[in-house]
């Protein structure tokens, strides 16, 4: 569970109309890291699951991290598509997860979940 965010891009903290990406709180010891970031997506890892070992074999509670890193950035940017390129749960070493923050043709043909905006950017 998620129960405090800290902003954690250089991007967020130079250009507000970004989204911003968080570490969840030291409880859940999860930290998510920026491995790229660019224009058009960020990239972001981890190397632990809050739900441990309990998430093998169940990808489908990666679907909570594919929401809240999708509300955050449809809320602010109006769309992003998430592609969870590596999970835990699908015997990974780590997670690695694509916020892709524009529909470009590499967000196109990815794998992944959409997001909108209900009423457009900045809701």
């Known amino acids: 569970m998620i129960t405090g965010l800290r902003c954690r891009s250089s991007a967020c903290r ?4 970004r989204p911003c990406w968080w570490t969840s ?4 010891r999860v930290i ?10 960020i990239v972001l890892g981890n190397r632990a699951c809050p739900f441990a070992e309990k ?3 169940r990808p489908s509670m990666c679907m909570m991290t594919s929401n809240v890193f999708g509300q955050i950035a ?8 998430i592609e969870l390129q590596e999970t835990i749960a699908r015997g ?5 997860v694509v916020v892709h923050l524009q529909e ?3 967000a ?13 950017a900045n809701a």
Request: aromatic share 10%.
């Open 32 to 41: 998510f890291f920026i491995v790229e970031e660019s224009e058009d997506k």
């Open 108 to 120: 196109a043909r990815a794998e992944g979940r959409e997001y909108f905006s209900p009423t457009g």
């Open 74 to 81: 449809a809320r602010n940017l109006g769309y992003a598509k």
């Open 92 to 96: 990974d070493a780590g997670c690695r």
């Open 104 to 106: 470009t043709p590499e």
């Open 55 to 57: 998430v093998i074999g």
């Open 25 to 28: 709180s030291a409880a859940s």
């Open 14 to 17: 130079a250009n507000r109309s």
